[in-house]
C-alpha cells in the first residue's frame, strides 16, 4: 500500500521515474504537435562584409549608431515532426533592443506559432515629443498543410481594404510581402508582412510600427511620427534574417 504522507522505498523509486522521464515525455508532445524548439543562445556580434554603420534610431539622449560588429544576433533551430533536418532561422538587432521569447505580439499566422520578437527600447525615438509607441519585428512559424495553403494569403490591408502583394528578395530569399493596419482604442498598429515556404514550413516576418491617434493628443503637445525611421531600423533588421537547415547526423 502507497502512504502518501510518508515516504517510502516505493515513493523514492516512483519520484526517480518520474524526474527521469518528463524529459522525454514532453520531447515526444512537442514531436506530435510538429516542432520540437532546439534553443540556442544568442550570439553576441556578427560580421558583414559592409564596414559602415548599419543601425541607428534617436533616443530621449541622442542618436545611436551601431557599427556592423555590435548589434546581437539570435539564433534557435528546431526539428521538423518525422525524419529530417535541423531548420535554424537567425537576425540581428540592436544590442539594447528588447528581445521576447515568451508569448511574444504581433505575428499574423495562426495562433500560437509566434516564436519570437524584438523591439525598440522604450526611450527610442522620444526626441522630439511624438506619438510614437513602439516598433517590433515579430518571427513566426507554422507546419502542415492547411499552414502551406494559407501562408500566402495575407491579412486584409488599411482600413479593411484588400491586401495588395508584392514579391521581394530579403538575404537571397523570395518572399511575398503585404502591408495591413490595425486600429482600436486610439491606438496604430501598422505592419509590414513578409513571408516564405521553405520546405514543408511557412516563416513570416512581421515589422510593426504601433504609435498613438494624433486626433487623441492635446494640439500642440506631440508631433506626428514620421514612422519611415523606425521602419528603417526594423528593415535593417529584417535584412539580416535568415533560414537555414543542415542534416541530423
Not at 524584438?118 to 506619438?131: C, E, L, M
Not at 495553403?149 to 491579412?155: K, V
Not at 486584409?156 to 518572399?175: D, E, I, L, M
Not at 506626428?224 to 533560414?243: H, M, P, R, W, Y
Amino acid at each position: 500500500m502507497i502512504e502518501f504522507n510518508k515516504v517510502t522505498k516505493l515513493s523514492r523509486i516512483l519520484a526517480i521515474i518520474v524526474m527521469v522521464g518528463l524529459p522525454f515525455w514532453g520531447f515526444y508532445i512537442g514531436y506530435e504537435y510538429g516542432l520540437v524548439q532546439v534553443p540556442t543562445a544568442p550570439v553576441a556580434s556578427y560580421a558583414l562584409t559592409n564596414a559602415a554603420p548599419v543601425m541607428s534610431y534617436q533616443t530621449a539622449s541622442g542618436s545611436i549608431v551601431y557599427a556592423p560588429f555590435e548589434p546581437k544576433t539570435y539564433s534557435t533551430s528546431f526539428y521538423s515532426k518525422g525524419v529530417g533536418p535541423l531548420y535554424s532561422y537567425s537576425f540581428s538587432y540592436p544590442r539594447d533592443f528588447d528581445l521576447r521569447t515568451q508569448d511574444p505580439a504581433g505575428g499574423f499566422l495562426a495562433a500560437g506559432t509566434s516564436q519570437v520578437s524584438v523591439a525598440t527600447p522604450r526611450d527610442a525615438f522620444q526626441d522630439p515629443k511624438s506619438n510614437f509607441g513602439e516598433a517590433y519585428m515579430t518571427v513566426s512559424v507554422a507546419s502542415g498543410a492547411a499552414a502551406l495553403a494559407d501562408c500566402y494569403n495575407m491579412p486584409s490591408g488599411a482600413r479593411g481594404n484588400a491586401a495588395a502583394t508584392s514579391t521581394v528578395t530579403v538575404n537571397g530569399r523570395q518572399f511575398v510581402s503585404s502591408a495591413t493596419t490595425g486600429v482600436g482604442a486610439g491606438q496604430i498598429y501598422d505592419s509590414r508582412i513578409y513571408r516564405t515556404i521553405f520546405n514543408n514550413f511557412c516563416f513570416e516576418a512581421a515589422l510593426t510600427v504601433h504609435t498613438g491617434n494624433i486626433g487623441m493628443y492635446t494640439p500642440g503637445t506631440v508631433i506626428q511620427f514620421d514612422e519611415s525611421k523606425a521602419f528603417g531600423v526594423l528593415n535593417t533588421i529584417l535584412d539580416s534574417f535568415n533560414i537555414s537547415t543542415s542534416t541530423v547526423q
